[in-house]
């Protein structure tokens, strides 16, 4: 029986051992990033950020997708101002995003230059203080602004917005 004329090339094979050895290391990290959340949720995006006098807690994703649904959560700790709570976030923020829809609906808003003020009527309609935008953000990049309550103390938002 003839035999085969093989030449080996043993520098090349340990040379894409390298590749395929680095190859997996760069899909294990790209795995272990996702799980811990820096390419969406998990407990490296998960923030919950407070107002210096405690009047707003803000709960968001750090890194959130490009027309991804995602969600702010606001809770309200300051006294309501004559009956309502009044909100206000920065246009540098908004103007990044789309809100879907506000849970409970605002009883009505007013649009400056630099600010959107929404107001809340404190009982029933807002549940322990409790306010969630449904958002998509419009644009990559980071996403910074801020959210006070009645001319409170701010609640700085960072977030990264992945394509």
Same mark, same amino acid.
């Given at each position: 029986?003839?035999?085969?004329?093989?030449?080996?090339?043993?520098?090349?094979?340990?040379?894409?051992?390298?590749?395929?050895?680095?190859?997996?290391?760069?899909?294990?990290?790209?795995?272990?990033?996702?799980?811990?959340g820096l390419l969406g949720s998990g407990w490296l995006s998960d923030r919950n950020a407070t107002a210096p006098d405690g009047s707003l807690a803000v709960k968001y994703d750090r890194f959130v997708?490009?027309?991804h649904p995602v969600q702010i959560e606001l809770s309200l700790h300051a006294a309501p101002k004559d009956g309502e709570w009044q909100v206000t976030m920065d246009r540098s923020l908004l103007?990044?995003?789309q809100i879907l829809r506000i849970e409970p609906e605002p009883e009505h808003r007013v649009i400056a230059d630099n600010a959107v003020t929404y107001s809340f009527l404190a009982g029933d309609n807002v549940a322990l203080g409790k306010v969630v !935008?449904?958002? *998509?953000?419009?644009?990559?990049?980071?996403? =910074?602004?801020?959210? !006070?309550?009645? *001319?409170?103390?701010?609640?700085?938002?960072? =977030?990264?917005?992945?394509?």
């Amino acid at each position: 029986m003839p035999q085969l004329d093989l030449e080996r090339n043993d520098g090349f094979q340990k040379a894409e051992w390298r590749v395929q050895r680095f190859g997996w290391i760069v899909w294990g990290l790209i795995v272990l990033a996702a799980l811990a959340g820096l390419l969406g949720s998990g407990w490296l995006s998960d923030r919950n950020a407070t107002a210096p006098d405690g009047s707003l807690a803000v709960k968001y994703d750090r890194f959130v997708h490009y027309h991804h649904p995602v969600q702010i959560e606001l809770s309200l700790h300051a006294a309501p101002k004559d009956g309502e709570w009044q909100v206000t976030m920065d246009r540098s923020l908004l103007d990044r995003l789309q809100i879907l829809r506000i849970e409970p609906e605002p009883e009505h808003r007013v649009i400056a230059d630099n600010a959107v003020t929404y107001s809340f009527l404190a009982g029933d309609n807002v549940a322990l203080g409790k306010v969630v !935008f449904h958002v *998509e953000y419009e644009r990559y990049g980071g996403a =910074q602004g801020s959210v !006070f309550v009645a *001319e409170r103390s701010p609640v700085s938002v960072n =977030q990264f917005v992945y394509p």
